[in-house]
């Protein structure tokens, strides 16, 4: 009967940590600040910071980050403790969140100084396959090496970017790589998985 | 078998269903007048014989403020109901046409005191509990679960907007006052402007996720289907819509007349005033001149209307026009709207209460107030709260009245819209309740300074096209009823026993109506006022009027 018992409690906690929960608003800021560096700032405090009540969150715990000024600090820290904060502490409006999500990626993609700051991270990689696998690890390290995935991934940008029906016939020849890992980016950007934990 | 015990996660994170309409949509539209207007001079019908207290007055007769009524069938309705308001046709309608498939339910008592409170109530009795939209937003999905206006005095985040609970836990999505987009924008805004993502991204995500070892959400099923929407057909819609409502109130601010009110000059105190000592009042301003005052000040002037000239209720054009606009293109089938009171006040030489002085001679006692203390209201007016602590009889009952007949306008506009457009066979208002309440009554100060929270009574009013024609009245009030202080006998709401239910009514009974029209579970223990008869949906109770 215990050991009955324990596949039950072992089968739960997987299945609850495979589910695991979204991130709230400042552990999505944080891992998108890092991806696309300081100047997307404006475009998160836009997109995610504020939306508290979609995010969830109550309150930064480093301070620092964050604007400080008059109008904006309220909703980040809670100085009083987090029941102070209307913000709930996880999101169920997934819709709404995902939404967020599109808009803001679309955003980062498409500015100069938030995607030039990710590419800057792969120039060193010599051919696209190496720099698109660069792009994937910083959104999900975890993955290592995925070539299947990337090239998986490559050719669904290049159908993006390109004439849908002659990628049957065109090898995945490279000839504008700035547009086609930046489609690729933003499969990513977009994907829910790293916003789990 | 791991999922059995995660009933709630799965449900959460499975893949959004295609809205299924198994059966007809069904709306509803719940129209909050925060903070409490006097409804007994709009649709609380008292008793017979009422109590009477001259703050509870419809009209000014001979210089007195007068409670009176019209009948209609077996009812008293306030004689307010005997105007005209605007209507989009040339000639103004009479205000008693709204007066059809309509459902009052008075004498509620809502047991504890609190305008946030009791707002939340209106929704739903417990926090993250699902709430009575909710469980109506899960029965018949759409777009947004809710959408909702909060309006400029109520707080988002504790009255009736913040209540609405979905089982999943969701929100409704809360449209503020912003210059720059207006409600429909703000509600769509994130959908319009989002880059669609074509099916083959989608085989991505998937991909994406098998190497995850984990499932997707994919509630970018449930964005696609909002990023069809005809944003540009919407927007327009809902413009158009508000400027169809904007110049119906402008044509009923400018146009509207009042019986006994606007039609006659109204005096109010003139400094200094003089008043025959009175043994049972107090020395104090208010104990004399209690019935002119409006937010601390005694109004002075040759004519009350005066006040009330440039008058604006704009937020009742926004919130209708986001109703029509939500429910024609099917974006939701709750909505939660806080309706603003009248602005654009305008007061001139008005003698603030504190500044007064009083000096008594023989049996008189004489009340004056410096030149350069009087006050008139900056040029952007002043804001009449429903909340009418502060509020006197004579500027309650002129500027109260011109909104519920400012109000009238924009519902008996809407109720026209809900009739005249169809949707599966049906038109709208066959298949809506508009559910038109507060938080409760108010009952009269002794001074007539203003009226405070009757929290033991509350008024619910219905209209839905499932009604039988002409309304029904529901609930007893008590005819001797004190105010807060125990210092005023009178009729104003309070819920006296309801013979069917040998109680007194409370809100979980209204819920439990509203449940029933919606045929969901209640969110609240109460019984049914409502039944199903055939298609038709009449009281479980005989009506305590009829008309």
């Given at each position: 009967m215990?050991?009955?018992?324990?596949?039950f409690?072992?089968?739960?906690?997987?299945?609850?940590?495979?589910?695991?929960i979204?991130?709230?608003r400042?552990?999505?800021?944080?891992?998108?600040?890092?991806i696309?560096?300081?100047k997307?700032?404006?475009?998160?405090?836009?997109?995610?910071?504020?939306?508290?009540?979609v995010?969830?969150?109550?309150?930064?715990?480093?301070?620092a980050?964050?604007?400080?000024?008059?109008?904006?600090?309220?909703?980040y820290?809670?100085?009083?403790?987090?029941?102070?904060?209307?913000?709930?502490?996880?999101?169920?409006?997934?819709?709404r969140?995902?939404?967020?999500?599109?808009?803001?990626?679309n955003?980062l993609?498409?500015?100069?100084?938030?995607?030039?700051y990710?590419m800057?991270?792969?120039?060193?990689?010599?051919?696209?396959?190496?720099?698109?696998?660069?792009?994937?690890?910083e959104?999900?390290?975890?993955?290592?090496?995925?070539?299947?995935?990337?090239?998986?991934?490559?050719?669904?940008?290049?159908?993006?970017?390109?004439?849908?029906?002659?990628?049957?016939?065109?090898?995945?020849?490279i000839?504008?790589?700035?547009e086609?890992?930046?489609?690729?980016t933003?499969?990513?950007?977009?994907?829910?998985?790293?916003?789990?934990? | 078998?791991?999922?059995?015990?995660?009933?709630?996660?799965k449900?959460q994170y499975?893949?959004?269903?295609?809205?299924?309409?198994?059966?007809k949509?069904?709306?509803?539209?719940l129209?909050?007048?925060?903070?409490?207007?006097?409804?007994?001079?709009?649709?609380?019908?008292?008793?017979?014989s009422?109590t009477?207290?001259?703050?509870?007055?419809?009209?000014?007769?001979?210089?007195?403020?007068?409670?009176?009524?019209?009948?209609?069938?077996?009812?008293?309705?306030?004689?307010?109901?005997?105007?005209?308001?605007?209507?989009?046709?040339?000639?103004?309608?009479?205000?008693?046409?709204?007066?059809?498939?309509?459902l009052?339910?008075?004498?509620?008592?809502?047991?504890?005191d609190?305008?946030?409170?009791?707002?939340?109530?209106?929704?739903?009795?417990?926090?993250g509990?699902?709430?009575?939209?909710?469980?109506?937003?899960?029965?018949?999905?759409?777009?947004?679960?809710?959408?909702?206006?909060?309006?400029?005095?109520?707080?988002?985040?504790?009255?009736?907007?913040?209540?609405?609970?979905?089982?999943?836990?969701l929100?409704?999505?809360?449209?503020?006052?912003?210059?720059?987009?207006?409600?429909?924008?703000?509600?769509?805004?994130?959908?319009?402007?989002t880059?669609?993502?074509?099916?083959?991204?989608?085989?991505?995500?998937?991909?994406?996720?098998?190497?995850?070892?984990?499932?997707?959400?994919?509630?970018y099923?449930?964005?696609r289907?909002?990023?069809?929407?005809?944003?540009?057909?919407?927007?327009?819609?809902?413009?158009?819509?508000?400027?169809?409502?904007?110049?119906?109130?402008?044509?009923?601010?400018?146009?509207?007349?009042?019986?006994?009110?606007?039609?006659?000059?109204?005096?109010?105190?003139?400094?200094?005033?003089?008043?025959?000592?009175?043994e049972?009042?107090?020395?104090?301003?208010?104990?004399?001149?209690?019935?002119?005052?409006?937010?601390?000040?005694?109004?002075?002037?040759?004519?009350?209307?005066?006040?009330?000239?440039?008058?604006?209720?704009?937020?009742?054009?926004?919130?209708?026009?986001?109703?029509?606009?939500?429910?024609?293109?099917?974006?939701?089938?709750?909505?939660?709207?806080?309706?603003?009171?009248?602005?654009?006040?305008?007061?001139?030489?008005?003698?603030?209460?504190?500044?007064?002085?009083?000096?008594?001679?023989?049996?008189?006692?004489?009340?004056?107030?410096?030149?350069?203390?009087?006050?008139?209201?900056?040029?952007?007016?002043?804001?009449?709260?429903?909340?009418?602590?502060f509020?006197?009889?004579?500027p309650?009952?002129?500027g109260?009245?011109?909104?519920?007949?400012?109000?009238?306008?924009?519902?008996?506009?809407?109720k026209?819209?809900?009739?005249?457009?169809?949707?599966?066979?049906?038109?709208?208002?066959?298949?809506?309740?508009?559910?038109?309440?507060?938080?409760?009554?108010?009952?009269?100060?002794?001074?007539?300074?203003?009226?405070?929270?009757?929290?033991?009574?509350?008024?619910?009013?219905?209209?839905?096209g499932?009604?039988?024609?002409?309304?029904?009245?529901l609930?007893?009030?008590?005819?001797?009823?004190?105010?807060?202080?125990?210092?005023?006998?009178?009729t104003?709401?309070?819920?006296?026993?309801?013979?069917p239910?040998?109680?007194?009514?409370r809100?979980?009974?209204?819920?439990?109506?509203?449940a029933?029209?919606?045929?969901?579970?209640?969110?609240?223990?109460?019984?049914?006022?409502?039944?199903?008869?055939?298609?038709?949906?009449?009281?479980?109770?005989?009506?305590?009027?009829?008309?």
């Amino acid at each position: 009967m215990k050991k009955l018992l324990f596949v039950f409690c072992l089968l739960f906690s997987i299945n609850s940590m495979a589910k695991g929960i979204w991130g709230n608003r400042f552990v999505t800021y944080d891992t998108l600040i890092k991806i696309f560096g300081p100047k997307s700032h404006s475009i998160l405090e836009d997109k995610i910071l504020k939306h508290y009540q979609v995010f969830g969150g109550a309150c930064a715990l480093m301070e620092a980050n964050f604007s400080k000024d008059k109008n904006n600090s309220s909703l980040y820290y809670c100085r009083n403790g987090s029941a102070e904060s209307k913000a709930p502490p996880y999101a169920n409006d997934l819709v709404r969140r995902n939404a967020l999500i599109l808009s803001a990626c679309n955003n980062l993609v498409h500015n100069a100084d938030s995607f030039d700051y990710l590419m800057e991270k792969t120039i060193i990689f010599p051919n696209t396959i190496d720099r698109a696998q660069k792009i994937l690890q910083e959104f999900y390290p975890q993955l290592g090496t995925n070539k299947e995935l990337v090239y998986e991934a490559l050719k669904t940008s290049n159908k993006q970017i390109r004439f849908p029906f002659l990628t049957r016939f065109l090898p995945l020849k490279i000839f504008n790589d700035y547009e086609l890992l930046r489609e690729f980016t933003y499969y990513f950007c977009i994907s829910e998985k790293w916003q789990k934990f | 078998m791991a999922s059995l015990f995660t009933p709630t996660l799965k449900a959460q994170y499975s893949e959004p269903e295609e809205v299924q309409k198994t059966q007809k949509e069904m709306s509803y539209i719940l129209l909050n007048l925060y903070e409490s207007p006097p409804r007994w001079l709009f649709d609380l019908p008292l008793i017979d014989s009422p109590t009477p207290h001259p703050m509870i007055c419809t009209k000014i007769v001979n210089g007195k403020p007068t409670y009176k009524t019209i009948k209609k069938g077996n009812i008293n309705f306030p004689s307010l109901w005997e105007n005209k308001t605007q209507s989009l046709s040339s000639s103004p309608v009479p205000m008693s046409d709204l007066l059809d498939q309509m459902l009052i339910i008075r004498g509620c008592n809502m047991n504890k005191d609190g305008h946030d409170l009791n707002s939340r109530v209106l929704e739903s009795t417990a926090e993250g509990k699902t709430s009575i939209g909710g469980r109506i937003a899960d029965n018949y999905p759409s777009h947004f679960p809710a959408l909702a206006v909060s309006g400029t005095m109520a707080d988002p985040f504790k009255s009736v907007v913040s209540s609405f609970n979905t089982e999943k836990g969701l929100k409704a999505f809360i449209c503020k006052e912003e210059n720059s987009k207006n409600y429909i924008e703000q509600a769509l805004d994130l959908y319009y402007k989002t880059s669609s993502s074509q099916p083959s991204v989608r085989e991505l995500l998937e991909k994406i996720s098998s190497h995850l070892k984990d499932s997707d959400p994919l509630s970018y099923q449930k964005i696609r289907e909002l990023q069809k929407l005809p944003f540009e057909k919407i927007f327009m819609f809902f413009n158009k819509s508000l400027k169809k409502y904007n110049e119906l109130l402008e044509n009923s601010y400018q146009n509207d007349i009042i019986k006994d009110l606007s039609d006659q000059e109204i005096p109010a105190i003139k400094f200094p005033a003089r008043f025959k000592l009175d043994e049972e009042k107090s020395k104090k301003p208010l104990d004399y001149m209690g019935a002119f005052q409006f937010e601390r000040y005694i109004l002075t002037g040759s004519d009350l209307n005066r006040v009330f000239k440039k008058r604006r209720a704009d937020n009742i054009a926004k919130n209708f026009a986001l109703a029509e606009t939500a429910l024609k293109f099917s974006l939701t089938n709750v909505l939660i709207l806080n309706f603003d009171p009248l602005t654009n006040i305008d007061i001139r030489n008005a003698a603030p209460v504190n500044e007064i002085t009083a000096k008594i001679e023989n049996d008189e006692i004489t009340f004056d107030c410096p030149k350069d203390k009087l006050f008139s209201t900056p040029k952007e007016g002043m804001k009449m709260t429903f909340d009418a602590h502060f509020i006197g009889t004579y500027p309650g009952l002129i500027g109260y009245s011109y909104y519920f007949q400012h109000f009238c306008a924009g519902l008996l506009e809407f109720k026209r819209f809900l009739k005249t457009t169809k949707k599966e066979g049906h038109n709208l208002f066959q298949n809506s309740l508009v559910h038109l309440t507060s938080e409760f009554e108010r009952a009269p100060q002794k001074n007539q300074a203003g009226s405070d929270h009757g929290w033991r009574g509350h008024t619910s009013t219905f209209f839905s096209g499932r009604f039988d024609s002409g309304v029904k009245l529901l609930g007893k009030i008590t005819k001797d009823s004190t105010n807060a202080l125990g210092n005023a006998y009178c009729t104003w709401g309070a819920a006296a026993d309801f013979p069917p239910i040998k109680r007194e009514m409370r809100y979980g009974d209204i819920v439990a109506s509203i449940a029933s029209f919606f045929k969901v579970p209640p969110t609240q223990g109460g019984v049914s006022l409502l039944k199903y008869k055939g298609e038709k949906v009449v009281p479980s109770f005989k009506p305590q009027g009829e008309a």
